[in-house]
């Protein structure tokens, strides 16, 4: 273990493979936020395409108690169009993220690390806003066919949800070493 983490670091103190490693990891962030807004925007067409064919036939017109079929299927298109659009805001700082590395005049100024630090926390935080609108439209889905599974289907995204955004002691003592090793990182880099 302790020679795989050598290794790593070696690569990670290479500038070359380490512009090249952050520079992928950006290009897969934004692969990725890149097939969520696809799918995201094909659903919300679908959706509204449904809605639509539905509400035009002549049965639906006359009928005054179909109203909440129309209001259910107008939530899940919301909540797709908000994973869209986060999903795009992502991609944005992303690909601004990914030119801001690669520019070699930002190397050993604080401040310009900082803000390529805050764009791609910004990207992180709009595809986690956009993975959280998916999670979302599955209950709204379920809703389709009654209260009782939409209840079902609430408790057990409350529990993945739980799961997914608790950490454990392995994960905090990863992330206690790797700040005390970026401030020593700091320190070195830009001394007092």
Partial sequence: MQLLITKKLRILQDPLKNGVLAIQTLRNNIMASTLL???A???SSLISVYVSNESSSSTRLMNKGSVMPSIKFFAILICFLVAFLCNM???RYYAHTSFLVSVPSFRGRKDAIEYVATNLNRG???WSLGLRAFYLSFPLFVWVFGPIPMFVCCCVMVF???FLDITNYFTRDLYDHSVNDVEDLESAVFPA
């Fill in 37 to 39: 807004a696809t799918i």
């Fill in 41 to 43: 925007i094909t659903l």
């Fill in 89 to 91: 805001q992502s991609i």
């Fill in 124 to 126: 992180g935080f709009f």
């Fill in 160 to 162: 993945i949800l739980y």
